[in-house]
């Protein structure tokens, strides 16, 4: 039997408030990706989500008339997925093992791609998936997504975020000669008349994001590079990244 190939990613408690307190960020950058892709003339075909979530973008895909297909490593975050928009199609599995369909587009939102949730996470990983997306879109087809790089870790090392039945801490620490960011994050959820804890920490491999866009183009992408999906800059060294398949192939 092959060992688990997974950290933990995304449990009950803090799905549901990344859901619930968080939402703003892919409510946002999906605006930003949508206008994207009818800007390059993408105005239906299937869009597939890696690190979907709570399935907020999908659910605008789908109101915009288009196929969704999310990909998420948590359950939980699949689960809310489904609820939230039963008309798009959703799988539970790591986006480095994903096979992708014929798409018009692929995106991954909230540093998807550098999480090292699944052990083969790494540069020779992110150089094939690059390789796969490419060779899943077609012609023409766009591929955004956005990449922490070193120096990430900006403002202060601990935070503390509550909502309405829920708290969460969490702690920041990026190891400067090692390009790996650590979060240990605390969640209390109230549960009746007390509070249920559940810790997590993830783990960040940070990616210069000139060697993102070299191995981008040497999958064959056209690429752009912005600060942001807004007019905002996003915090610290954290960089979207726009690639494009050529509108002939050879």
């Not at 409510?27 to 690190?51: F, N, Q």
């Not at 650590?182 to 249920?196: A, E, L, P, Q």
């Not at 559940?198 to 491999?205: A, K, Q």
Request: glycine share 10%; net charge positive.
């Amino acid at each position: 039997m092959e060992p688990p190939v997974t950290a933990r990613a995304y449990g009950r408690d803090l799905a549901y408030v990344h859901d619930a307190g968080f939402g703003a960020f892919a409510r946002d950058a999906g605006a930003a990706v949508l206008a994207m892709l009818r800007k390059s003339g993408i105005r239906k075909g299937t869009v597939v989500d890696l690190g979907c979530g709570s399935g907020i973008w999908a659910a605008r895909l789908v109101r915009a008339g288009y196929v969704a297909h999310g990909i998420d490593i948590s359950p939980d975050m699949i689960a809310l997925a489904r609820r939230r928009t039963p008309r798009a199609t959703f799988e539970c599995v790591s986006l480095l093992r994903a096979a992708l369909p014929r798409c018009s587009a692929v995106t991954a939102m909230g540093e998807c791609l550098n999480y090292r949730f699944d052990r083969r996470a790494g540069a020779a990983a992110i150089q094939g998936l690059f390789r796969h997306v490419y060779d899943a879109l077609e012609p023409g087809g766009l591929f955004v997504f956005d990449a922490a790089a070193p120096g990430r870790a900006s403002g202060p090392p601990v935070k503390l975020v509550e909502g309405s039945g829920w708290l969460v801490l969490s702690t920041t620490q990026e190891g400067k000669r090692t390009r790996v960011l650590t979060r240990r994050i605390v969640t209390f959820r109230r549960d009746g008349g007390s509070w249920r804890r559940s810790d997590e920490v993830h783990r960040l491999r940070l990616y210069k994001p000139q060697e993102v866009a070299r191995w981008l183009r040497a999958a064959g992408f056209r690429v752009r590079t912005r600060r942001g999906y807004v007019a905002e800059r996003l915090p610290g060294e954290w960089h979207v990244f726009i690639a494009q398949t050529p509108r002939r192939r050879n």
